[in-house]
Nanobody
Framework: QVQLVESGGGLVQPGGSLRLSCAAS????????MGWYRQAPGKEREVVAT???????NYADSVKGRFTISRDNAKNTVYLQMNSLSPEDTAVYYC???????????WGQGTQVTVSS
C-alpha cells in the first residue's frame, strides 16, 4: 500500500509558476513509475507527466517545454514544476504511483491549480 499526499496547488496568474510536491508513504525506488495527472471540470483525467526510477520522463504534448517532473527517491517525493501557466492548465492535479510489477495504481487526494487573472 502506498499513500500519496500532494501539496503546492493554488491560484496563480497567467504566465506564472507553481511547484507541486507529492510525498509517498513508502519507498518509491525501483518498481514504481511516478506521475502527475489532471482533471478539469467536465473533462476526463489525463496524464500530464511521468517519471521512472532511473529518471526517464514523458510529457503530454500540451505541457512540453513548460512543465518539468522530477523525483527524489531518497525523500520518496516527486515534483512537478509548472511554468508559463495558462488558464487551460486549471484543473485538479493528482499524484500517481504505478507499481510496474503488478500494474496497481495509487492516487493522491488531488490539489487544485487555478490559473486566472
Amino acid at each position: 500500500q502506498v499513500q500519496l499526499v500532494e501539496s503546492g496547488g493554488g491560484l496563480v496568474q497567467p504566465g506564472g509558476s507553481l511547484r507541486l510536491s507529492c510525498a509517498a508513504s513508502k519507498t518509491i525506488f525501483g518498481i514504481y513509475r511516478m506521475g502527475w495527472y489532471r482533471q478539469a471540470p467536465g473533462k476526463e483525467r489525463e496524464v500530464v507527466a511521468t517519471v521512472l526510477s532511473g529518471g526517464s520522463t514523458n510529457y503530454a504534448d500540451s505541457v512540453k517545454g513548460r512543465f518539468t517532473i522530477s523525483r527524489d527517491n531518497a525523500k520518496n517525493t516527486v515534483y512537478l514544476q509548472m511554468n508559463s501557466l495558462s488558464p487551460e492548465d486549471t484543473a485538479v492535479y493528482y499524484c500517481n504511483a504505478r507499481n510496474l510489477a503488478t500494474t496497481r495504481n495509487y492516487w493522491g487526494q488531488g490539489t487544485q491549480v487555478t490559473v486566472s487573472s
